[in-house]
């Protein structure tokens, strides 16, 4: 999926509004700057946390990043 598909559906699963979608947007563009991940693989990591129930605050204060940082130390793929 391309990334704006990807957080338009972060964007429902998770209800946040349109101001804290910017800042996730942003958090999945820079976190796809400074890892080994893409921005499209880190809102398809943010989608996955989303679906589980994680809220938007819990993923901006450190989840994805975990979740990244985590999947690159075990060379774990990301998403599904």
Do not use: R
């Not at 804290?20 to 921005?39: E, H, R």
């Not at 589980?52 to 998403?79: C, F, K, M, R």
Request: net charge negative; aromatic share 2%; no cysteine.
């Amino acid at each position: 999926a391309t990334f704006s598909l990807t957080m338009g559906q972060v964007a429902a699963a998770t209800a946040a509004p349109a101001e804290q979608m910017k800042s996730l947007g942003d958090l999945a563009i820079k976190l796809g700057a400074d890892t080994s991940f893409s921005a499209g693989e880190a809102a398809d990591a943010m989608l996955e946390l989303a679906k589980a129930g994680l809220s938007p605050a819990t993923i901006e204060s450190g989840a994805l990043s975990a979740t990244l940082t985590q999947a690159a130390a075990s060379g774990d793929s990301l998403g599904e």
